[in-house]
């Protein structure tokens, strides 16, 4: 069984940085792509990012793809999601994923053999 936990989350100012990061345990590192997603209050859950099993592809939602970078270091275990200009509309609950090692049809999809609890980013103006 595979654990995701996530952290790095919090409440911040518009145009402030965050960096979140995915743990996994349970699994061998390269055995899943791995894929961020987000909910806002009264939305539902959409597609932020996510990355192959080997690191070479990156997925971006269109609404941060130019202001978010994933990575993996599977030395560690960990994904993370470097956010960069943060704004009140990057509010909600972010969610790590695993998914298949071959799958690629991320963007907008939600989709996760297993997912992690969530952390809280909160973006104020």
């Known amino acids: 069984q595979v654990h995701l936990e996530e952290s790095g989350g919090g409440s911040v100012q518009t145009g402030d940085s965050l960096r979140l990061s995915c743990t996994a345990s349970?699994?061998?590192?390269?055995?899943?792509?791995m894929g961020w997603f987000r909910q806002a209050p009264g939305k539902e859950r959409e597609f932020v990012a996510a990355?192959?099993?080997?690191?070479?592809?990156?997925y971006y939602g269109k609404s941060v793809e130019d202001r978010f970078a994933i990575s993996r270091d599977d030395a560690k275990n960990t994904v993370h999601l470097q956010m960069n200009d943060l704004i009140p509309e990057d509010t909600g609950v972010y969610y790590c994923?695993?998914?298949?090692?071959?799958?690629?049809?991320?963007?907008?999809?939600?989709?996760?053999?297993?997912w992690g609890q969530g952390t809280q980013v909160t973006v104020s103006s």
């Open positions: 994923a695993a998914d298949d090692p071959d799958y690629t049809d991320w963007v907008g999809s939600v989709t996760g053999d297993y």
């Open positions: 349970g699994g061998a590192p390269n055995d899943f792509a």
């Open positions: 990355i192959s099993w080997n690191g070479k592809n990156t």
